[in-house]
């Protein structure tokens, strides 16, 4: 199988810390998460809605077809593209390597790649969790753990109990 995200998708999936628009929508996000953290499918960008927008679909006032969200997916296409020196369009694959998570974060640690964050909600959230080096983020403590990755790369212990996260609640 592969994991179907629109292409602005690519910048959420980095500082997803638990918070989002309903329970069941958290829910689904934290198994996409979960999935992209495992390192075992591929990323298959999709246009409109995707694995993500899947926890919301049902809500009255989803907004996943909004020209809005549409729009944020062109920038979020483009500044990725750039960045990776491909083309992001419908159809391509992106492997959830540790390098390429890494690029995405330092790249939008410094802003390059988040014109599409432009008057989200979100983004003084997202903000201070790439200041804080995405520690928090539910992908980085994922894929140290599923990685198993050197105990000095391994996330501080108040995140980890017992192998799990603690802010899985
Ligand atoms: S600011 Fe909005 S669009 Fe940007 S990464 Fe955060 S949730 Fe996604």
Redesign the pocket.
């Known amino acids: 199988m592969t994991i179907r995200l629109r292409p602005?998708?690519l910048?959420?999936m980095?500082?997803f810390v638990g918070e989002g628009y309903t329970p069941a929508f958290v829910e689904n996000l934290a198994q996409v998460i979960d999935r992209i953290a495992a390192g075992k499918e591929e990323i298959e960008i999709i246009e409109g809605p995707d694995d993500i927008c899947a926890g919301l679909l049902s809500e009255g006032d989803c907004h996943c077809h909004n020209a809005s969200v549409l729009i944020?997916d062109q920038q979020a296409a483009i500044a990725v593209g750039e960045l990776l020196q491909q083309p992001i369009h419908a159809g391509t694959l992106l492997q959830p390597t540790d390098d390429l998570l890494g690029r995405l974060r330092q790249a939008?640690a410094s802003g390059t790649i988040?014109q599409?964050?432009t008057g989200?909600?979100?983004?003084s959230?997202?903000s201070q969790v790439a200041g804080d080096g995405f520690n928090a983020t539910r992908l980085l403590s994922g894929i140290l753990i599923n990685r198993r990755l050197p105990a000095r790369n391994r996330p501080p212990q108040r995140w980890v109990r017992s192998g799990r996260c603690l802010w899985q609640g």
């Open positions: 602005h998708h910048l959420c980095l500082t944020r939008f988040r599409a964050c989200c909600q979100w983004f959230i997202c």
